[in-house]
């Protein structure tokens, strides 16, 4: 009898530590830079409005006049940027471009103390992928979200610019400079462009 109660014992000792053991190498340190439930949910909630920004300006033609105002030409430039572009370190806004795009933006991020960048990207010659920023705000932070949407752009697109006349014409000048090439000379697609916006808390 005696016997069996120290086997018992032994048992009952064993199962601690194993648990023990597997709790410890379950339990993680919660550090301010540690992932919460709270930062999950601004993310989400970050990368819901943005995809809502893409999806509204694309369905009423925002979306794809802010890809087309477009400054071929500018001053003191051997390249072309965004028109009235003021980011001191390349072709891009400093913030939300002037046009219904912008204000989008401004109404989804503008007082939420919400940094963002917006990206376009473009087939280049030979499938090359051509990155050319819209608005650059900064370098994102950790947990950044990135939502894109792609718009089909057609030879007969316009400038919504001062720029006169289509994007199609001014690609083929070789005065004039449009970031994104004609991807198909032989039929009416131009190109088909991603724009990708960045966000993030500051």
Same mark, same amino acid.
């Given at each position: ?12 000792? +064993?199962?601690?530590?194993?648990? #023990? ?21 601004? #993310? ?44 001191? *370190?390349?072709? %891009? ?12 933006? *401004? ?35 950790? *947990?950044?979200?990135?939502? +894109? ?15 006169? #006349?289509?994007?199609?014409?001014? %690609? ?13 000379? *032989? ?16």
């Amino acid at each position: 009898m005696r016997g069996q109660a120290h086997t018992l014992e032994a048992f009952v000792a +064993g199962l601690l530590v194993l648990s #023990g053991i597997v709790f410890a190498l379950q339990a993680t340190a919660v550090t301010p830079l540690s992932a919460s439930t709270s930062n999950q949910h601004v #993310g989400n909630q970050e990368r819901a409005m943005a995809a809502g920004v893409l999806e509204t300006t694309d369905a009423n033609g925002s979306l794809e006049e802010a890809i087309v105002y477009w400054n071929t030409t500018p001053d003191n430039q051997d390249r072309g940027e965004f028109y009235g572009a003021n980011a001191t *370190d390349g072709t %891009a806004y400093a913030d939300a471009p002037p046009n219904a795009f912008g204000r989008a933006l *401004d109404d989804a991020f503008g007082e939420r103390r919400t940094a963002f960048n917006v990206v376009v990207h473009s087939f280049g010659e030979n499938a090359s992928l051509t990155r050319t920023w819209m608005v650059r705000m900064g370098i994102p932070s950790s *947990d950044a979200v990135t939502v +894109g949407r792609q718009v089909t752009l057609f030879d007969d697109a316009t400038f919504s610019s001062p720029e006169a #006349g289509n994007i199609s014409a001014a %690609a083929a000048n070789p005065d004039r400079r449009f970031y994104a090439s004609d991807a198909s000379r *032989d039929g009416r697609l131009f190109n088909v462009v991603e724009v990708r916006i960045t966000v993030w808390r500051i």
